[in-house]
């Protein structure tokens, strides 16, 4: 971080002890609660449920000097635990050889069904197409139950009720979330691109269109924009 306000926070979670009630829960530090950040015009708060931002009612819309741009972080959850190296202890190690399989499969089935889709545009053989109809349905239908699956898991950290209960493992997962997107935030908004909303694993930005080139598939274009983005991706691995 480069702003005192968020090095602070920083500094303060390393320092604070997080404490698990009699239900198996979480319980939110006071102070946590209690805090906001603000980053330009937007004001953020923070807590296990995971980053929002606060702003009231509003309408904004793209002009000719800006342009609004949803990002959010592929499979943020499931990246950290991989990341990391983050495994409930009744698994042990042998769990991230298992989850990162079942990640593998679902970018699998993801990249095959674009596969399909650019396919389809060019089939004329009835037989063919059909064929390929029923390839996409089963790469959609694999796509959505490991997405399920992988996400599934962080939630499962927190019910005491599941072998892949560890709530320090929630804790590490959702806070590495939050901190990771305020760097992004923050390097945008000191660029000079607005964030005007954020939420869990994403951000919307309000760019000057001098900043943005647009989009090649769901990558940006070489610009101001997609340089913080890139370099962000490149810092956290995310």
């Not at 990162?100 to 679902?106: L, S, T």
Request: aromatic share 6%; with cysteine; glycine share 8%.
């Amino acid at each position: 971080f480069e702003t005192p306000e968020l090095q602070s926070v920083l500094d303060r979670l390393r320092d604070t002890d997080f404490t698990i009630t009699d239900e198996g829960k979480v319980d939110m530090p006071k102070w946590l609660a209690e805090t906001s950040v603000t980053i330009g015009d937007t004001t953020y708060t923070m807590g296990i449920g995971g980053l929002h931002s606060t702003e009231a009612n509003r309408a904004l819309q793209t002009n000719d000097t800006h342009v609004l741009v949803d990002a959010d972080v592929a499979s943020q959850y499931p990246a950290i635990i991989l990341l990391l190296g983050l495994y409930p202890k009744a698994l042990g190690p042998h769990f991230l050889e298992v989850y990162r399989e079942i990640k593998a499969e679902r970018l699998k089935a993801k990249k095959r069904s674009k596969e399909i889709k650019d396919e389809l545009k060019k089939v004329n053989d009835p037989d063919r197409k059909k064929a390929l109809e029923a390839e996409l349905e089963s790469c959609k239908v694999k796509d959505k139950g490991f997405k399920i699956a992988l996400n599934g898991v962080y939630g499962k950290l927190g019910s005491r009720h599941s072998i892949l209960y560890a709530p320090h493992l929630l804790i590490s997962v959702t806070l590495t979330g939050q901190l990771t997107l305020l760097m992004l935030i923050e390097r945008a908004e000191r660029a000079g691109i607005k964030v005007v909303s954020g939420n869990t694993d994403g951000v919307m930005f309000y760019c000057p269109r001098e900043h943005f080139a647009g989009l090649d598939g769901d990558r940006l274009k070489p610009s101001l924009l997609a340089d913080i983005c890139e370099q962000w991706e490149r810092d956290t691995t995310l």
